[in-house]
């Protein structure tokens, strides 16, 4: 089970981090080409994945001249994870199915255990960093802890 980071979780959350920034600085909603400018992202590709952040209730938008887009929760509220799961769906599975629901045969049982545990693993970064955090430039000391290992940046 490869963990590929597509690029509309990317897009997903730089644009939230964006949006978060935008919010710090101003009262007034971001428009969706400003985003879309500042952070290098087709727009069209990104007013789909606004699209799916507000139906998460990440994000709130509001139409017209004075509208545009918003963190519909604190940045300290909203996970990698949340932004995750609103965009691609579950953060792991396996054949398409959660691992807890995988059957196995007697031999290869240990599987289901297994992905269960990667899944844990995912949780315990992208549940813990927030868009407050990224917005801030500093991950959580045990997520940093796991970048700083020398291992973790093996391409392998």
Known sequence: MPVRVTAKVDYAVRAAVELARVGASSSAPAKGDRVAEEQAIPLKYLENILGSLRRAGI?????????????????????VADIIRAVEGPL????????ERVEYPPATAVLQPMWIAVRANLR???D?????????????????????????????
């Open 124 to 126: 315990d970064v992208l």
């Open 92 to 99: 792991a599975d396996v054949r398409g199915e959660r691992p």
């Open 128 to 156: 813990a960093v927030t868009v407050a955090d990224l917005e801030a430039g500093a991950l959580p000391p045990h997520v940093q802890a796991l970048a700083d290992r020398p291992d973790a940046w093996d391409p392998r």
């Open 59 to 79: 994000v709130a938008s509001q139409r017209g001249a004075e509208g545009g887009y918003w963190l519909a929760r604190p940045p300290a509220e909203i996970t």
